[in-house]
C-alpha cells in the first residue's frame, strides 16, 4: 500500500526563508545558554523549549501534569531530557 504524498510548490525567495528560519531555531535549541549544564531556568525557557507559553507551563505544573518541572525557591526548573522524554510520552495532552 502506498503512503499518500505531499506535494508543495514554494518560491525560492518562500524556501529560503522558512530554511532560515529553521536554522535559527536549532541554533537556539543547541546554543543553550539558559541552563548548559541541561537545566532550563524559568517558565520563559521551559515553554520556549517546548513551544507554549509561560502561563501554560505554569498551568501544568500546579496542575501535577508536568512533574519533570520542579521548584527552585520561587523559579521553575526543568532538565531538557526530561522534558524531551515528557513530550514523548505524550505531554500536556488533556487527560
Not at 34 to 45: C, T
Not at 89 to 94: I, L, S
Request: with cysteine; hydrophobic share 40%.
Amino acid at each position: 500500500m502506498n503512503a499518500p504524498t505531499l506535494e508543495l510548490q514554494l518560491s525560492d525567495e518562500l524556501l529560503e526563508a522558512v530554511a532560515r528560519r529553521v536554522a535559527e531555531l536549532l541554533a537556539e535549541r543547541q546554543a543553550a545558554p539558559n541552563g548548559a549544564d541541561g537545566w532550563l531556568r524559568g517558565a520563559d525557557a521551559i515553554g520556549g523549549y517546548i513551544g507554549c507559553p509561560r502561563s501554560r507551563v505554569y498551568a501544568l505544573t500546579s496542575s501535577g501534569r508536568m512533574a519533570c518541572v520542579q521548584r527552585d525557591g520561587s523559579a521553575l526548573i526543568a532538565r531538557r531530557h526530561d522534558l524531551d522524554a515528557w513530550l514523548a510520552n505524550g505531554g500536556g495532552k488533556r487527560p
